[in-house]
């Protein structure tokens, strides 16, 4: 709760020290919780992104601004480049993936393609 992005660097560590864990002994007290742990650490994954597609669907426009970047797409910016560097090389890059396609996906079913970038006032 302190930093949800914390989730993002966890999946990455948790899932290398349990594919280490079920090489040595798959059937191990060790691999079984490291597994357990994991499976926590993937479902506040999902919640971060579930977070971020809820924080960009609850922005509100400003009547005043006539031309700016949107708050969520700078957001999406810091939250990329920090996946990818904590992403680099690992394993579960798909995880990754998908959830780029759903922070993509909320983005553009909330605001029309021609406003993602500016907002312009009539």
Known sequence: KIDSFNSLYMLVKMSHHVWTAENVDPASFLSTT????L???KRNFD???SNQIR????VKISKKSKV???PFVA???EFAGLAESIFK???RRGDLDKAYTKLIRGVFVNVPLSFALIVVEK
Do not use: D, R, W
Request: glycine residues 8%; hydrophobic residues 45%.
């Open 47 to 49: 919640k971060c992104i």
């Open 75 to 77: 957001e999406f910016e």
């Open 55 to 58: 924080q960009m669907e609850e």
């Open 39 to 41: 499976v926590t650490v």
């Open 89 to 91: 090389n690992a394993e």
């Open 68 to 70: 700016g970047i949107l």
């Open 34 to 37: 490291l597994g357990n742990v």
